[in-house]
């Protein structure tokens, strides 16, 4: 199971399958090969949606994104 969480705090937002986890990895910059931390806007969610993104994975940043500018989002593995 691989688990969302907020970087500012900690706060889990949902957990996503292996597919997800490649195609977050996979569309989004890392800085290093060790990096698990992005940050995600809602362009950065409507990119995801265009790649094929799964409901899960879109609502659970959508929910974390609100109206906000973005957030910095990790994954975990559990």
Known sequence: ????VATDGGAV???IGEDDLRLLTGQLE???SEDTDYFVSSDT???LKDAGAG???IRILT????????IEVAW???
């Not at 199971?1 to 969302?4: E, G, K, S």
């Open 30 to 32: 890392e800085e290093d």
């Open 63 to 70: 929910e974390a994104v609100a109206d906000s500018e973005g």
């Open 13 to 15: 937002l949902g957990t």
């Open 55 to 57: 409901a899960e994975l």
């Open 45 to 47: 969610i409507e990119m």
């Open 76 to 78: 975990r593995r559990d």
């Open 1 to 4: 199971m691989i688990t969302l």
